[in-house]
């Protein structure tokens, strides 16, 4: 019997690549005990699950994919809301100044 999975996704907007990257950079440290593969985006394997960023880019907007599949809700709402919280700071940094 297949284990029921939980999907979440989010989206979120970047001023540039650059910032986009420095992102995943932070993700990649945040999560830097799981096994990740950055072939195509990020995509980090954790205990319950996964989660994948890739990137869309139109015109001067950068816009950031986030899916995230689970079999445990809990974790996946904790996961997901870690994420956020990485991108809200990044952009407390980008306007600090």
Known sequence: ??????????EVLFIS???YYQ????????F?????DETNGLKV???EGNFLIK??????SVLAHINLSTNAEKKGEDILN???????????????Y
């Open 1 to 10: 019997m297949n284990p029921l999975f939980y999907q979440y996704q989010k």
């Open 17 to 19: 690549t650059k910032k």
């Open 23 to 30: 992102f995943l950079n932070w993700i990649s440290g945040e």
């Open 32 to 36: 830097d005990l799981f096994l990740q």
């Open 45 to 47: 394997y954790f205990p």
């Open 55 to 60: 990137v869309s880019t139109e015109n001067e």
């Open 82 to 96: 870690k994420i956020m919280s990485v991108y809200k700071r990044l952009l407390n940094v980008e306007y600090s």
